[in-house]
């Protein structure tokens, strides 16, 4: 007896609705369940002991990457983290080459090293996309600073000891040491780039630079004189504060207006070069007024009626 049609129907009915379910299922679980950024493959590697970097190991135990009383640290335990925050900032760390094992590292933040007096060394990884404002401030043994080859975020183009990358379509360094040279290619220097080198004692800025991002010298306090490029319209807030050995200043003809702080501390200044036509504006920019002005022939009067240059100890004309 064969079996009724409608009842072939409301089978074939049945295991398509069976299959177009499983179907759906197996979709949902794809689509709520995205692939998870894998770790890459480490070969494991011991990469420091407790003889040869104390400091890293103190910090890989407080931070959970290995046992508390571990005695090593691999490349297996580092290559899962993705991100820095402050773990490093103040500690006894002279060199952390070992930061090459971090395969994984994406993010670099604000204060992740700062104050680490003793770093000598920084390498940055291959993965690294993001490295906030002021990551390695206040770090004055810092001499050497370069990129992973392999990185196409930063780089350390012409072996410039800092760390580069392109910013509004130009190039900008995000970090420096007592040793950066900055290339004639950089258009911006980032806020807290510099911020604390004390060792710093001249930079040399490429004349096409436009911006020098604020408290970006901060704290440089064997700084003992600064060219402002020409191109650079404003003195960003604190950009030289407290640079206690800055003696002279030269501001180019481009400069608008100083802001305020830019050059609080600034105690040895006796001396500012100002060749503009027009006497740029200063919001509070200087602690004390106790300076020779320096103006182009002509402009004496007209600095010394001004509002703000008023108040400082002369103007001369230049020769």
């Given amino acids: 007896m064969e079996t009724p049609f409608y009842k072939q129907i409301w089978f074939l009915g049945g295991i ?11 979709a949902i679980d794809l689509v709520g369940s995205p692939d998870e950024d894998e770790v890459p493959d480490v070969e494991m590697e011991v990469i420091a002991t407790l003889q040869t970097n104390e400091p890293l190991i103190k910090i890989a135990r407080q931070q959970g990457w290995i046992e508390a009383d571990a005695t090593e640290l691999t490349s297996v335990d580092v290559a899962p983290i993705d991100s820095i925050g402050t773990i490093f900032s103040g500690s006894d760390l002279q060199s952390l080459a070992e930061l090459r094992y971090f395969v994984s590292l994406k993010e670099i933040h604000a204060d992740a090293f700062a104050n680490a007096n003793q770093l000598k060394e920084i390498v940055i990884p291959a993965n690294v996309s993001v490295i906030d404002y002021g990551a390695f401030a206040n770090c004055p043994a810092l001499e050497a600073m370069s990129v992973d080859t392999a ?25 420096g040491c007592k040793n950066t040279v900055l290339s004639d290619r950089v258009y911006h220097i980032a806020p807290h780039a510099f911020r604390g080198c004390k060792q710093l004692a001249s930079i040399n800025f490429p004349e096409r630079m436009e ?47 100083l802001q305020k702080n830019a050059f609080k501390g600034c105690t040895s200044l006796t001396k500012i070069v100002c060749p503009k036509k027009f006497p740029p504006i200063i919001d509070e920019a200087f602690e004390s007024y106790n300076i020779t002005v320096y103006v182009p022939q002509g402009l004496q009067n007209k600095y010394f009626s001004d509002k703000f240059w008023k108040f400082f100890k002369d103007v001369k004309e230049l020769n």
């Fill in 151 to 175: 990185n196409t975020h930063f780089d350390s183009r012409d072996n410039c000891n800092g760390i580069i990358c392109t910013w509004k379509g130009k190039l900008m360094l995000v970090a």
């Fill in 16 to 26: 398509a609705a069976l299959v177009i379910f499983v179907l759906c299922f197996v």
């Fill in 211 to 257: 911006s020098i991002g604020d408290s970006a010298f901060m704290d440089c306090s064997a700084l003992k004189e600064v060219s402002v490029p020409q191109g650079v319209r404003f003195v960003e807030p604190g950009t030289f504060i407290n640079c206690s050995a800055l003696t002279t200043l030269n501001l180019p003809k481009s400069i608008e207006r």
